[in-house]
Structure formats: C-alpha cells, structure tokens
C-alpha cells in the first residue's frame, strides 16, 4: 500500500488533490491483490484499469493545461511521458487477464506505483520549481 507523504506534494492544491486521488486508485489495486476471500478478480481489476485510465486522462489534462499556461519549458517531455502512460494503461486492457488475475494485478500495480513515485518525485516537481 501506497501512504501520501509530504514530499509528494507539488504545493499546488488541484494537483496534490488529483495525485492523491491516483495514490486511492492504486491501493484499490492493492487491496484486491490481498483480498483472498475473492476468487474470481477479473471484473474488478478491468474497472480498476478503466478508472485509472479515465483519471489519468482527466488529471494529465489539468497539469498540460497548467504547464502551457505557465510557458513551463518541460511540457513536450512531460506531454510525451503522459501519453505513453495512458497507452500503457490501455494496453493493460488488451492483456488475457483471466490468465493470471494476481500476476495482472501485480503488473497494474508496478505500473501504478512506479509511475507514481518516478513521475511526481521526478517531474511533476519541476514544474513547481521544487
């Protein structure tokens, strides 16, 4: 599980608001890898990829918005990170997930948290001038 910490704040509220919002969706992710009570996942882990593929839709947009706005000078990189990551969602979509449900959870969530941590520590920052 994934717990928010200061130092993931960029200090702009809408952002803080939005990257917390994507931390929720991949605890879901986590939650459902630890519910053993639950055979069948497949159900659950598609809604899953399609909120976080939705959102981070939603949330990209605010922050290019805001970058453009801003004249900020690492907006084709970040333009560019955005959109490979909302491609690497939709391909988690096109996956056999009833393959391996927990296999294809634990790839969601290394997508998830890994982007997370790499992208709002790495990049997201910058734009803030942190």
């Known amino acids: 599980m994934l717990v928010w910490k200061d130092n993931f ?3 702009m509220e809408i952002i803080d608001v939005q990257h917390k919002h994507l ?3 991949g605890n879901q992710a986590y939650l459902l890898l630890e519910n ?7 159900d659950d ?12 839709i939603y949330h990209f947009k605010c922050e290019e918005e805001y970058m453009l706005e801003i004249n900020y000078s690492g907006y084709e990189n ?12 939709h391909k988690m979509r096109l996956v056999d997930i009833d393959k ?3 296999e294809a959870i634990e790839d969601l ?7 997370l941590i790499d992208h709002i520590l790495g990049e997201d ?3 803030m001038g942190i």
């Open 23 to 25: 931390f929720d969706i």
């Open 78 to 89: 970040q333009k560019r990170d955005h959109t490979e990551f909302i491609d690497k969602i």
């Open 109 to 115: 969530l290394a997508v998830i948290f890994n982007w």
């Open 125 to 127: 920052r910058l734009i």
């Open 9 to 11: 704040s960029i200090g």
């Open 45 to 56: 882990i598609n809604l899953i990829i399609e909120d976080l593929e939705r959102y981070t």
């Open 36 to 42: 053993g009570l639950k055979v069948d996942k497949y």
């Open 100 to 102: 391996d449900q927990q």
